[in-house]
């Protein structure tokens, strides 16, 4: 049975032009890396990539008839697992981990065959510790918590918001001390934002949470300018911030 895995997406640079990363954050929760030892990849050479190196809206369907196509192939029986894709420099590159990869460039012949219009790549070598995986597919921190937010607004969006009206939204941070979470508030003060922390701290854990909110519009293009701040803000004062929630604002038809 196939996994469904969690996928997600996010933009960088890499070898210093635009791409956009596209993998399974949950593989290496689900997957033991022990037993799929060999990174293998596939280069895909597009055949209409924009002027900078990433995909076309012209090519979007081939190369999603690609992957849906040639993936399963080279997936199957659990012979490897898919960890993402990377696209740039007019390329689509393709991460898998094998148990073995002696047969892997003949299984990339067969399967490419349902793709024979694209030039192509591929190659493999051993990586144990998934390297390729968690040094280069894997988002950093910061990348992940835009990510969340991106996420965020997807369901906002799902539950009928336009995100287009101001409202409260709510920040959590965590911290190893009082006194930390104290200059956290203060300089969250600084930026406009409002204390909302309940008259408790979280013993148990032994850490010392904040709330802060202040009236926003949690667009796509501007939650991160809302959320990074804080984000930052609590990793200097040595914490951690723990993400957001606000309303849904349904406009009258």
Same mark, same amino acid.
């Given at each position: 049975?196939?996994?469904?895995?969690?996928?997600?997406?996010?933009?960088?640079?890499?070898?210093?032009?635009?791409?956009?990363?596209?993998?399974?954050?949950?593989?290496?929760?689900?997957?033991?890396? $022990?037993?799929?030892? !060999?990174?293998?990849?596939?280069?895909? &050479?597009? /055949?209409? =990539? %924009?002027?900078?190196?990433?995909?076309?809206?012209?090519?979007?369907?081939?190369?999603?008839?690609?992957?849906?196509?040639?993936?399963?192939?080279?997936?199957?029986?659990?012979?490897?697992?898919?960890?993402?894709?990377?696209?740039?420099?007019?390329?689509?590159?393709?991460?898998?981990?094998?148990?073995?990869?002696?047969?892997?460039?003949?299984?990339?012949?067969?399967?490419?065959?349902?793709?024979?219009?694209?030039?192509?790549?591929?190659?493999?070598?051993?990586?144990?510790?998934?390297?390729?995986?968690?040094?280069?597919?894997?988002?950093?921190?910061?990348?992940?918590?835009?990510?969340?937010?991106? $996420?965020?607004?997807? !369901?906002?969006?799902?539950?009928?918001? &336009?995100? /287009?009206? =101001? %409202?409260?939204?709510?920040?959590?941070?965590?911290?190893?001390?009082?006194?930390?979470?104290?200059?956290?508030?203060?300089?969250?003060?600084?930026?406009?934002?409002?204390?909302?922390?309940?008259?408790?701290?979280?013993?148990?854990?032994?850490?010392?949470?904040?709330?802060?909110?202040?009236?926003?519009?949690?667009?796509?293009?501007?939650?991160?300018?809302?959320?990074?701040?804080?984000?930052?803000?609590?990793?200097?004062?040595?914490?951690?911030?723990?993400?957001?929630?606000?309303?849904?604002?349904?406009?009258?038809?």
């Amino acid at each position: 049975m196939a996994r469904e895995g969690r996928w997600n997406f996010y933009a960088l640079r890499v070898d210093d032009q635009p791409a956009s990363i596209y993998l399974d954050l949950s593989l290496a929760d689900e997957v033991q890396a $022990d037993e799929y030892p !060999v990174m293998a990849w596939l280069r895909v &050479e597009m /055949r209409e =990539p %924009r002027e900078d190196g990433l995909s076309s809206q012209q090519e979007f369907d081939a190369l999603v008839a690609l992957e849906d196509r040639v993936v399963p192939l080279l997936t199957a029986a659990g012979r490897a697992v898919y960890a993402g894709r990377n696209t740039s420099s007019g390329c689509r590159d393709f991460y898998f981990y094998l148990a073995q990869g002696e047969a892997w460039d003949e299984q990339v012949e067969q399967a490419m065959r349902a793709a024979s219009e694209y030039r192509y790549q591929s190659g493999h070598r051993p990586d144990p510790t998934w390297s390729t995986y968690h040094e280069f597919l894997y988002p950093d921190p910061r990348t992940r918590e835009s990510m969340e937010n991106r $996420d965020v607004c997807a !369901v906002l969006e799902d539950r009928g918001d &336009e995100l /287009r009206q =101001p %409202r409260d939204i709510d920040h959590w941070a965590y911290f190893p001390s009082p006194d930390a979470r104290d200059e956290f508030l203060r300089k969250a003060a600084a930026i406009g934002f409002e204390n909302r922390t309940p008259n408790r701290d979280d013993d148990e854990e032994q850490e010392w949470g904040a709330q802060v909110f202040r009236r926003d519009v949690p667009a796509y293009g501007a939650i991160d300018d809302i959320c990074l701040p804080l984000y930052d803000l609590a990793h200097e004062c040595g914490g951690r911030y723990d993400g957001w929630e606000c309303e849904v604002v349904i406009q009258p038809s």
